[in-house]
C-alpha cells in the first residue's frame, strides 16, 4: 500500500506494510537506499517514521515540482519507455539491458555535461543492486529524467534487498544478455559506462565493505528482528563474498586489466 502527502513543503511517497507481505519491507528499503546514499548514488530523501504501532518508509517525489496543493509533473521516462520494450518483455531480451541503457543514454542525454557522470553512475548502481541483493531492478525501476533543459538520469528508488537472492539480477549485466553478477563481469562491462578497470574496481571494492560491514548494524538499529535480519543473509552474500576474499578480487581486477591478445592476419 502506497499514498503521496505533503509534508513541510515537500511531496512524499509513503509506503506501508502491508498484512500479507514479507515483514519489515519499510525497514530495510530505507537503510539500503540510506546505503546507496552513503555510497555516491543520487537519490531522493529518505525516512522512517512511526506511525502509532507502526512504522512507514518515506521517499520524496522527484518527478513532482512546484506547489504540493497543486503539483506539476516533471517529464519522466522509465527505462523501459528508452529502451523501447514491449510490454511482454522479460529478462533474456537482448534490449534488457544495462548495457543498452547505456547505449540510449547516449542518445537522450546527448550532449549534455552530465552524461559521463550519469553513465559512471548507472554502472555503479548495477553493483550496488548486486551487493545489496536487489533483484527486483527490471527497467521500470529505472528512468531518465528532464531537468529543463535536458534529459538525465533520474535519482535511483525502489531498492530493495531480496532473502533468495541469487547473484543474478533482472537487467542484463553484460553483452550476452545474461543478467548474473560477478567481479570479472562487472569489471568487463565498465567501460560502456565511462569508467576505467581501476576506477570500478576501486568503487566496488570500498562499497563492498562497506555493504558487508554495515547492512546487520543498520537493520537491527532501525528495529528489524533477529530471525528477520539472519534470513536476508543471502541478500547481503555477494558483497560479503566479495569482501572477505582480497585475493580472488585481485586477481580478477588483473585480469580485467591484462590486454587482451590480438590475433595476427596470415600473410
Same mark, same amino acid.
Given at each position: ?182 567481479? /570479472?563481469?562487472? *569489471? %568487463?562491462?565498465? !567501460?560502456? #559506462?565511462?569508467?576505467?578497470?581501476? &576506477? =570500478? /574496481?576501486?568503487? *566496488? %571494492?570500498?562499497? !563492498?565493505? #562497506?555493504?558487508?560491514?554495515?547492512? &546487520? =548494524? ?50
Amino acid at each position: 500500500p502506497k499514498v503521496t502527502l505533503q509534508d513541510g513543503g515537500r511531496m512524499f511517497l509513503v509506503k506501508m506494510q502491508a498484512r500479507s507481505d514479507i515483514l519489515f519491507l519499510p525497514h530495510k528499503e530505507f537503510v539500503v537506499m540510506s546505503m546507496a546514499q552513503a555510497s555516491g548514488i543520487t537519490t531522493p530523501a529518505v525516512r522512517l517514521e512511526p506511525v502509532g504501532e507502526h512504522v512507514v518508509y518515506l521517499i520524496e517525489r522527484f518527478d513532482r515540482g512546484g506547489d504540493p496543493r497543486r503539483p506539476a509533473r516533471k517529464l519522466y521516462a522509465s527505462a523501459h519507455t528508452v529502451l523501447r520494450l514491449d510490454i511482454d518483455t522479460v529478462r533474456g531480451d537482448p534490449k534488457y539491458s544495462y548495457l543498452g541503457l547505456a547505449d540510449e543514454m547516449r542518445v537522450w542525454c546527448r550532449r549534455g555535461p552530465d552524461l559521463a557522470r550519469d553513465l559512471q553512475e548507472l554502472w555503479q548502481r548495477m553493483a550496488f543492486n548486486a551487493l545489496v541483493g536487489n533483484a527486483d531492478d527490471h527497467p521500470k525501476n529505472h528512468g531518465l529524467l528532464h531537468d529543463g533543459d535536458r534529459w538525465r538520469l533520474s535519482p535511483a528508488f525502489d531498492i530493495t534487498p531480496l532473502a533468495d537472492f541469487k547473484k543474478v539480477l533482472s537487467m542484463a549485466t553484460g553483452a550476452d544478455a545474461s543478467s548474473a553478477v560477478s567481479v /570479472a563481469r562487472l *569489471l %568487463a562491462s565498465c !567501460a560502456r #559506462f565511462e569508467l576505467g578497470v581501476e &576506477e =570500478a /574496481a576501486a568503487w *566496488l %571494492a570500498k562499497t !563492498a565493505s #562497506f555493504v558487508a560491514n554495515t547492512w &546487520e =548494524a543498520d537493520l537491527r538499529k532501525y528495529g528489524v528482528s533477529e530471525p528477520a535480519i539472519q534470513a536476508m543473509a543471502p541478500a547481503f552474500s555477494f558483497a560479503m563474498d566479495l569482501a572477505g576474499d582480497a585475493d580472488g578480487f585481485e586477481q580478477a581486477v588483473a585480469e580485467a586489466m591484462a590486454p587482451v591478445g590480438r590475433t595476427r592476419r596470415p600473410r
